[in-house]
């Protein structure tokens, strides 16, 4: 995911030096906008193997399996909303449209992540309420940034709807600077985070029990 975006910029920096080229500006524009749908892939799967480490399924009000498929179906969907609508807005006749389509795969990835944030607060208060504080557990720690790393998600889909409501011709599309701090920043935040504090440290852990209970 931070290969795609690394190569996003670079066709980007590409793009800037030669705006006649088609083939740069389309893949600047998939290679940027598109991996966030890979990183919230990402977090569902580790929210469910979470929830499969505590040993109590039941504290989340979606069943572990079921939250890794159902959202991962939702960002699937986004992703190749976003991605087909990414491609036809380097095309002028069909600019319009792209850009519509581009913006329904954002409001999807909003849907889906504000939903999956909701419900993954909703597990780390159960989790509390039975046992003790999460950063007294060895996955509480890790609860805490997925839920960090989903409140960037949603703040960079919030500015990509917005940018892309206000068109070619809005004040955000216009200032380059907006992108860096809405985008580029939060994006790089996640890879951060997850390259410094990596699931597989705790998640990898084999026969802890996070309540005292047996997954059934």
């Given at each position: 995911?931070?290969?795609?975006?690394?190569?996003?910029?670079?066709?980007?920096?590409?793009?800037?030096?030669?705006?006649?080229?088609?083939?740069?500006?389309?893949?600047?524009?998939?290679?940027?906008?598109?991996?966030?749908?890979?990183?919230?892939?990402?977090?569902?799967?580790i929210?469910?193997?979470?929830?499969i480490?505590?040993?109590?399924?039941?504290?989340?009000?979606?069943s572990p399996?079921?939250?890794?498929?159902?959202?991962?179906?939702?960002?699937?969907?986004?992703?190749?909303?976003?991605?087909s609508?990414?491609?036809?807005?380097?095309?002028?006749?069909?600019?319009?449209?792209?850009?519509?389509?581009?913006?329904?795969?954002?409001?999807?990835?909003?849907?889906?992540?504000g939903?999956f944030?909701?419900?993954?607060?909703?597990?780390?208060?159960?989790?509390?309420?039975?046992?003790?504080?999460?950063?007294g557990?060895?996955?509480?720690?890790?609860?805490?940034?997925?839920?960090?790393?989903?409140?960037?998600?949603?703040?960079?889909?919030?500015?990509?709807?917005?940018?892309?409501?206000?068109?070619?011709?809005?004040?955000?599309?216009?200032?380059?600077?907006?992108?860096?701090v809405?985008?580029?920043?939060?994006?790089?935040?996640?890879?951060?985070?997850?390259?410094?504090?990596?699931p597989?440290?705790?998640?990898?852990?084999?026969?802890?029990?996070?309540?005292?209970?047996?997954?059934r």
């Amino acid at each position: 995911m931070g290969i795609v975006m690394t190569l996003g910029y670079i066709l980007r920096a590409a793009s800037a030096g030669d705006t006649t080229a088609l083939a740069p500006y389309i893949g600047q524009n998939v290679c940027i906008l598109l991996p966030p749908s890979l990183y919230a892939a990402t977090i569902y799967m580790i929210y469910g193997r979470i929830v499969i480490y505590a040993g109590d399924p039941k504290l989340s009000i979606v069943s572990p399996l079921k939250v890794t498929k159902i959202f991962v179906i939702g960002d699937v969907l986004a992703f190749l909303t976003q991605a087909s609508g990414g491609g036809m807005m380097a095309i002028s006749s069909m600019a319009r449209m792209g850009q519509i389509i581009t913006i329904a795969g954002l409001f999807i990835q909003l849907v889906f992540f504000g939903a999956f944030l909701t419900i993954s607060i909703i597990f780390g208060r159960r989790v509390q309420q039975t046992k003790t504080a999460l950063r007294g557990l060895p996955y509480g720690t890790l609860l805490y940034i997925l839920f960090a790393v989903s409140g960037l998600i949603i703040l960079r889909c919030l500015y990509r709807i917005i940018e892309f409501c206000e068109g070619n011709d809005g004040y955000l599309m216009k200032h380059e600077a907006f992108m860096y701090v809405f985008d580029t920043i939060p994006m790089f935040a996640v890879q951060a985070v997850f390259h410094f504090y990596h699931p597989g440290k705790v998640l990898g852990s084999r026969g802890y029990n996070g309540l005292g209970t047996e997954l059934r």
